[in-house]
Every structure is written in C-alpha cells, then in structure tokens.
C-alpha cells in the first residue's frame, strides 16, 4: 500500500461516452471520489455523446484529438475511463494520449487493494487483479514500464505482469485453492452459528453511508470509518443486544457501488456470503443524499443476483441529523437513525426483534427444586436475567428457547 498523503497526487482526466443508458454525470462524480480515494485529484472530464462506442477507442476520433492535445500539454498525468476497456482500446488510447490509460473496474480494484486487511481479504483482491489483468497484458505498453508509479500498479498482483501468462495461470490456480479451503472453513464456521442457534443480521448498502459507524456505536466495534468509497473491505462481526432480551451477531459488510462489474463480485464474495447468509439485512442509506433511492435499489438489485431477495430486510435511513425532513415514508419496515447521534437507535433495535422470527419467548418460571435441572437446558440456548430460591422453588426471569416451551408450561408463573 502506498500512503498517497506523503506524495503528489496524479492528477487525472475522466472520460466518458454518453449512450444515454444512465445518468453520466452522477457516475463520472462517482468515478471522481473513486479516483480520489485511489489517490489522483481530477483536473478535467470529458464526456461525449455517442449511440455506440468507437470500436477502437470508446470516444471518436475529434474528442481523442482533444483528449491527446490536452494530456501533451501536461494537464494530465493519468487518463481514466468510466467503462471497461478492451486490450487493443487501452493499447489505442494510451498510444494516443501517451499517458496511462485505465479504466473504473482498476480503480476500484487498486482501492481494494489498498483496503484489504486479512490474509482472505489480499488473496481475493490479488485474484480479481489477476483476473482482470491477464487477458489484458496486450493492451497495458505504458503500464508495464511503470511498475509502482500509481494508481493501478499497487497491489499484490502488480509483481505478476512482467511475468508471462503461463506464470500468471499458475499463481491463478494457486489462489483458487487457497481460497477455497479458506470457504470451506467459512462454511463451517456458520454451519456451526446455525447448530448453536446464532441468528445474524448483517448490514448492506451502499458505499460510504454509514456502515461501520453505525456498528461502532452500536457495538464498539472499533471498525476503520471514514468519508471514503471501500472504507470497509473485511467483514467484521459483533454481538448485539436486542430489546426482548436476544442476542444476534451483526455484521458489517463491503459497500456497494452502481455498475458494479461481474468479476468484482468475485472480490465481494467473503463478504457478501455473510450477507447471502443472515437471517436479516439492514439496507442502509444516506437519507441526506439526492441518490437515496439509487443506493437503496443498487443494493436490492445486487441481493437479487445473488438470490438472497427473500430474506428480510429493514430500510435503515442513516445521516437523519443532516436532514430537515425525510423525503422517505416511515413504516414497520423502515427505521429513521443517525449513527453519528445515536438517535432512533432504539426503534431500529425494536423493529430488528419484530422483523425476526421469534426464537425465544420471555417467562416468569418457578421452577421446582426437583426440577431445578431445567436451568441447566434453558442456558444452552437461552438466557436467565434473575434468578431468587423460594420455598416453591427457584424463581426465574428467563429467555426460554421456543422449543423447550414443552418443559417448562408447568413452571409458568401467569
């Protein structure tokens, strides 16, 4: 990782073709804080309205012409395009800007590899760098004599390129098992939360909306937050306390961004799985941005490829503090919070409890001494919040697994 504060940002240009199939400008701002994060200070777009891309170079030959006249004019040290280039496009394009030429997806990875934490987490970045460079070692002239020098260079895969392909295969397939047992053992770390009765929520949305503040407040977490795309790349897990007395494990997960390219998944995957696997998401968004109802449709979108639509989910309106009124409807289904206040952070734990099924069921048990064997099963899946010994026997305030109601109907004091 490159600490972009102890050096010049690259300053860069951003390029688009507008063929009308989305709001342009929204994701050229998006590019823009990409780049930034990644390290680069944008110092010109330029966008261009076409009804396909120029087969050779995405933009026509009178905007290249442009873009080439003002990179040599040294307005530019790095060219970064909100598509995804071809071989022979980044070939074209960096010939005739004689800079680097990258696209969105490298962006995105070189974040990623800056962010990752564990072990897992460098594994995935290095195999989605892997497979986005390879078919990609034609194209990249400029890039390879610049080993280092910035954005789309960092990483653990960037030593791999000036090896040849037959190598690169290799340390593909390396990564795939080492990845792979590393999913089996995640496997059956949950198999075992779901035998021990663990129930998990885990909070989707979009990037840079709160995610990991909002765990940290709840959980004192000590999860990295900061006003930055993928601030969050690892997963991470803690336990929470909700009203009627459960105790579920929350976990934060990646950020998403729109257009997010097939093969990114992939460097999603140990992330997202956690998400595939909850018995509850929380879809949070930034209430106070203009793009509210994108992020929460880029989120439901992406859920939905990954076959999880059916599982419950709680609208969760973070940043309500920076908001005069929500432009969004309350209801059962949705909690109005600032996770930097703390506000609404008790109707959001109440509505969590309705939203999952009931597990446990709350008593007041007087349990007889013969019997007193009955604390010993309540506590293996449940909880006891008092207990006090009486002449009847042992009085119990206690969480009682909805499968051990049969035992102790007799002990129920009504």
């Known amino acids: 990782m490159i600490d ?39 110092v010109a777009r330029m966008v261009q309205k076409r009804t396909a891309f120029e087969a050779a170079t995405v933009i026509g030959a009178g905007r290249l012409e442009e873009l080439a006249e003002f990179c040599k004019g040294g307005g530019a040290e790095l060219v970064i395009f909100d598509h995804e280039l071809s071989p022979a496009q980044i070939r074209n394009l960096e010939k005739a800007c004689e800079l680097p030429v990258i696209d969105r997806t490298t962006v995105i990875l070189d974040i990623f590899a800056q962010r990752a934490v564990s072990a897992e987490g460098k594994l995935q970045v290095e195999l989605a760098q892997l497979r986005y460079r390879l078919p990609r070692l034609a194209g990249m002239g400029t890039a390879m ?10 990483g653990p895969g960037e030593t791999k390129l000036e090896t040849d392909r037959r190598h690169i295969r290799r340390r593909i397939s390396s990564l795939q098992e080492q990845l792979s047992e590393l999913e089996k053992r995640r496997g059956l770390l949950r198999a075992r939360r779901k035998k021990d009765g663990v129930t998990t929520v885990a ?75 909850a018995d509850l998401l929380w879809n949070v968004c930034d209430i106070s941005s203009n793009e509210v109802e994108e992020q929460l449709a880029v989120t439901k979108k992406l859920m939905e490829e990954l076959g999880i639509q059916n ?24 909690a109005l919070i600032s996770a930097k206040t703390k506000f609404g952070f008790d109707a959001l734990l109440e509505k969590t409890a309705q939203a999952l099924a009931p597990t446990h069921k709350r008593l007041q048990l007087c349990i007889p001494y013969e019997k007193s064997g009955l604390l010993h099963e309540i506590l293996k899946q449940g909880k006891v919040f008092s207990q006090e010994y009486s002449e009847q026997g042992i009085l119990v305030d206690a969480l009682v697994e909805l499968k051990l109601l049969y035992l102790v109907e007799d002990c129920v004091i009504l």
Do not use: W
């Open 203 to 277: 909070i989707v949305g979009y990037t840079n909306v709160g995610k990991s503040t909002l765990l940290n407040a709840l959980t004192d977490a000590g999860v990295l937050a900061e006003d930055k795309l993928f601030a969050t790349l690892d997963p991470t897990a803690r336990a929470l306390s909700l009203p009627d007395g459960r105790s579920v494990m929350l976990i934060d997960t990646v950020g998403l961004v729109r257009r997010l390219p097939h093969q990114l998944v992939e460097a999603f995957k140990s992330t997202l799985e956690e998400a595939a696997n």
């Open 145 to 154: 004599s610049r080993l280092g020098g910035g954005i789309g260079t960092r």
């Open 4 to 42: 972009t504060t102890q050096q010049l940002r690259q300053r860069a240009v951003l390029v688009a073709a507008d063929l009308g199939e989305f709001d342009v400008e929204r994701s050229l701002d998006e590019l823009e804080e990409l780049a930034a994060t990644a390290g680069a200070e944008t």
């Open 311 to 334: 599982t419950p989910m709680l609208t969760v309106l973070n940043k309500c503090d920076l908001v005069a009124a929500t432009p969004l409807p309350i209801n059962p289904q949705t």
